[in-house]
Nanobody
Framework: QVQLVESGGGLVQPGGSLRLSCSAS????????IAWFRQAPGRERRDGVS?????????YYVDSVKGRFTMSRDNSKNTVYLQMNSLKPEDTGVYYC??????????????????WGQGTQVTVSS
């Protein structure tokens, strides 16, 4: 099993930036597809934001964050990151990282991921 721990959330003004980290223990991440999801206020489900594929090595983003968010991984630290720039109020939510050994070539849905962190709150507000 892999254990995931997110950090880096906080309160930021619109147009600001944050960098989220997801540190893994128990297993190395290189064989896992890793994704960031967010759960908006009042929404039951978590929506995919970005992912790094364990099939083709590509990084995928949903349209609403393309050009603003960048996902990366540091295998030496067993950590993935989500750099979020030009933040908007609609980016507010709890951000989770998730992992699966299944081969993924898109962000996918939350049902496709087996391992989850506890989440970190991101609030974009003036």
């Amino acid at each position: 099993q892999v254990q995931l721990v997110e950090s880096g959330g906080g309160l930021v003004q619109p147009g600001g930036s944050l960098r989220l980290s997801c540190s893994a223990s128990g297993r190395t991440l290189d064989r896992y597809a890793i994704a960031w999801f967010r759960q908006a206020p009042g929404r039951e489900r978590r929506d995919g934001v970005s992912s790094i594929s364990n099939s083709d090595g590509n990084t995928y983003y949903v349209d609403s964050v393309k050009g603003r968010f960048t996902m990366s991984r540091d295998n030496s630290k067993n950590t993935v990151y989500l750099q979020m720039n030009s933040l908007k109020p609609e980016d507010t939510g709890v951000y989770y990282c998730a992992a699966t050994r299944a081969l993924m070539e898109s962000v996918g849905s939350e049902d496709e991921y087996d391992y989850w962190g506890q989440g970190t709150q991101v609030t974009v507000s003036s």
